[in-house]
């Protein structure tokens, strides 16, 4: 089926006007068109080729969107090329040109499972440095050091630094720690901060929503330089182990989605047709943050589906999808040979002892509480971070940002030592997944049946540091997730409530509610690591708003296949609880901060609003007139920084002209003498600028737009930037320019409910 675009008549959308050639200084409104004039070209393809519609190829900058609708036009051009050679090079260019894609597809995801694991090994022997060291080789972490080893057998070659240095008394041993505990805590994040601020400032935070912003075609090229993933890969391992709240593990999704694009980024560039073609070149950066994602958790099906919830790219083009499934798979195999752990698997947080797998239905009261709370302090997560990013910006910690990062490790590494006995994001969680088992022995004392109020207590009180720590920490100069803290946050308190409803049963195991429980009272009823992942799940879902894709990934992490209902429910009810206190996940707040001219794929709806009501109307606009000379265009270029500017012909709009294209093309022509007083002339005219030297031809430069009336509901307005990838709107009576609209628009109008907008961002012409 062809697409068509309407007619005048339809008042629904209005054509580019082009009027024949006129003289120089005439003035009078162009002849009236025939009405079929007034209908674009039958397809997208044939509007594409229309005589004005980019003869000049844009050249994009960081700030700049991509059009799509031009890249896109190319791509298929290129490919008709190909496919138009004759004899055995027509034959084998499309099957090269295929090949180079796979290329990158591949090496993309051999390189992010290899990076993963490898990050995985750094990290621990940085964490267990803090500790003590191996005598037989300093650069062996524990595990490496006690490999070998039967169950239960003493590991001597494993010492601590008291031990060590032959420190033998408890108070010498205690200080000794704690005082190289926190010393190299300090000195590890302090590194990771000066080599971000140094070398690759966009190597700190998670990293999706720049993606994100980018899939949505948003320039940004320095966010994916080989400076950024060198620095983002280092700068994790050190930031991870020093102990800060962003988990033990470097496999982050978003730190990890981060590298994988940066890899595909770079390895586009050894071709031509991913270098000069932006939407191309998404389709890859797709692929790989699903790759990324695979990494973060062992979880191939959950980057797929994260994919498919998260970025709109996935949601247009289904063989996105497939690289995407392809790349996940050849990530998760690549992380499993280097199995960085010495287990074989890819599930980081096993969870075992769960019984047959069978869950009562009088669980569901404390499940949905755990969802409720979830859905509650992911919300107040969400604001006391934007809280603590909007301080930061405001007060003196923006110009101190390695002083930020050494404040906050010592105060984290000091808290670990005395209160949480510098037990890791990754070893908490991984214990309080697991249920009290005599044989594998009691972790953390979580299994004393005596001690069930303290650690109650103490579980709670984990939560709540964490929860500080984790908003302030998420946003400083160096490179951080935020999966796991919330992970951690979410799994002390379900392990909380599920010791507590086991103590429950036990004191009263007679009653109505535990009907359901075997009769004997030793046989075990409730599971409270369970209630950890169940907590987890609904922490999760409260902080990223993710749905689909967060209960796949969580029973791919935990290998819980069986239980996958209960944390459907949790997931499900924390998104409804926390969407009730704040529309946006701790992704798109950020997203808000920094402006990124991002839309979210949900449907808009307005309250009988229409175009009128939000466009800039022609009194606000900066507009080229046809004719314009050339100092007087050069002096326009220079007073405004916007990206382009609407073309028009005595009122009548003609298209649109691209800022950097009219720099780039009358950068020559200034330079001779005497061209100060040329015309410029944005419609095509039949004679050359050879017979006429008064003149420069400009009409190459002119983009056809889209145009409706400004009377059109602004629901149709804002999907159609949505759906059709649209950087602005023209709103015309008659053919005579009324007022614009630019995505830059229409992002402040989706994101009009959040009060700190723009609250992290650099200024931006639109």
């Known amino acids: 089926m062809r697409r068509k675009f309407f007619s005048e008549s339809s008042a629904i959308s209005e054509p580019v006007n082009f009027s024949p050639p006129r003289k120089l200084g005439d003035r009078s409104p162009p002849p009236p068109l025939a009405a079929e004039q007034f209908e674009l070209c039958d397809n997208l393809d044939e509007w594409s080729r229309s005589p004005h519609r980019h003869r000049v190829p844009p050249k994009y900058r960081d700030g ?28 084998l260019a499309p099957l090269l040109d295929a090949a180079k894609m796979w290329f990158v597809i591949v090496c993309t995801g051999i390189g992010v499972g290899v990076a993963g694991g490898w990050l995985d090994v750094l990290v621990k022997w940085l964490g267990d440095l803090r500790e003590g060291r191996c005598t037989s080789s300093i650069f062996y972490n524990s595990v490496a050091c006690c490999s070998g080893l039967d169950p239960g057998e003493v590991c001597n070659e494993w010492r601590s630094w008291s031990n060590y240095l032959g420190v033998h008394s408890i108070l010498g041993q205690s200080l000794l720690q704690s005082f190289i505990y926190i010393v190299l805590s300090v000195a590890f994040a302090a590194s990771a901060a000066v080599l971000v601020v140094t070398y690759a400032p966009f190597a700190f935070h998670t990293g999706i929503p720049e993606i994100k912003a980018i899939l949505g075609g948003y320039v940004f090229d320095s966010f994916l330089s080989a400076w950024t993933l060198l620095i983002k890969a280092l700068g994790l391992a050190l930031s991870v182990a020093s102990g800060l709240s962003l988990g033990k593990e470097a496999r982050h999704s978003g730190p990890l989605v981060h590298v994988a694009c940066c890899m595909a980024f770079l390895l586009s560039r050894l071709f031509v047709q991913f270098r000069y073609n932006e939407a191309h070149k998404r389709k890859l950066l797709a692929a790989a943050a699903a790759a990324g994602v695979s990494v973060a958790f062992g979880s191939p099906l959950g980057g797929v589906l994260f994919g498919l919830e998260e970025l709109d790219t996935f949601a247009n083009e289904s063989d996105v999808m497939w690289r995407g499934f392809v790349t996940s798979v050849i990530a998760a195999v690549a992380l499993q040979y280097v199995d960085p752990f010495g287990t074989s698997k890819l599930v980081l947080f096993q969870v075992r002892g769960m019984g047959e797998g069978s869950w009562l239905a009088f669980e569901l009261i404390p499940w949905l509480a755990l969802a409720v709370i979830g859905g509650i302090l992911g919300s107040l997560l969400i604001r006391l971070n934007v809280a603590i990013a909007v301080y930061r910006r405001n007060s003196f910690l923006r110009e101190w940002p390695v002083l930020e990062v050494v404040g906050a490790a010592a105060i984290t590494a000091a808290v670990n030592d005395l209160v949480s006995d510098r037990v890791q994001s990754s070893e908490l969680v991984a214990n309080l997944f697991q249920e009290c088992d005599p044989i594998r022995g009691d972790f953390h004392g979580l299994c004393n049946p005596t001690a069930m109020w303290e650690n109650v207590f103490l579980l709670l009180l984990t939560s709540i540091i964490k929860i500080g720590f984790t908003a302030w920490t998420f946003g400083m100069m160096v490179p951080a997730g935020i999966f796991l803290p919330t992970i951690a946050i979410g799994a002390s308190l379900g392990r909380a409530v599920g010791m507590l409803t086991q103590g429950l049963y036990k004191a009263y195991p007679k009653a109505w509610i535990f009907s359901a429980c075997p009769p004997d009272p030793t046989v075990r009823c409730i599971y409270p690591g369970f209630y950890a992942v169940i907590g987890a799940s609904a922490m999760l879902g409260g902080v990223t708003r993710m749905t689909i894709s967060l209960v796949v990934i969580l029973f791919e992490l935990t290998g819980a296949l069986s239980h996958v209902l209960p944390i ?49 109307s022609t009194l606000g606009l900066v507009v080229i007139e046809n004719g314009i000379r050339l100092l007087e265009l050069d002096e326009l270029l220079k007073t405004w920084e916007y990206h382009g500017f609407p073309v028009i012909l005595g009122g009548k709009l003609i298209g649109y002209a691209s800022r950097d294209k009219i720099i780039t093309y009358i950068q020559p022509i200034l330079s001779e003498s005497g061209a100060s007083n040329r015309r410029c002339l944005f419609v095509e005219h039949p004679s050359s600028s050879a017979t006429e030297p008064d003149t420069v031809d400009l009409s190459a430069l002119v983009e056809d737009v889209m145009q409706l009336r400004k009377e059109v509901p602004l629901e149709l307005v804002v999907n159609m930037f949505r759906k059709l990838n649209l950087r602005h709107i023209m709103f015309t009576q008659a053919g005579e320019l009324t007022g614009m609209i630019t995505k830059t628009d229409i992002v402040a109008l989706s994101s009009a409910h959040f009060p700190h907008t723009g609250a992290l961002a650099e200024q931006r012409a639109t």
């Open 64 to 91: 700049n969107t991509i059009d799509w609708w031009y890249e896109d036009f190319a791509e298929r051009e290129r490919w008709k090329g190909l496919l138009s050679q004759s004899g055995l090079k027509g034959l």
């Open 568 to 616: 459907m429910i949790s997931v499900m009810v924390s998104k409804w609880v926390g969407d009730a206190l704040g529309e946006d996940g701790i992704y798109a707040s950020w997203i808000s901060m920094r402006r990124y001219p991002w839309l979210a794929p949900i449907e808009y709806h307005d309250n009988g609003e229409v175009a009128a009501d939000v466009m800039t």
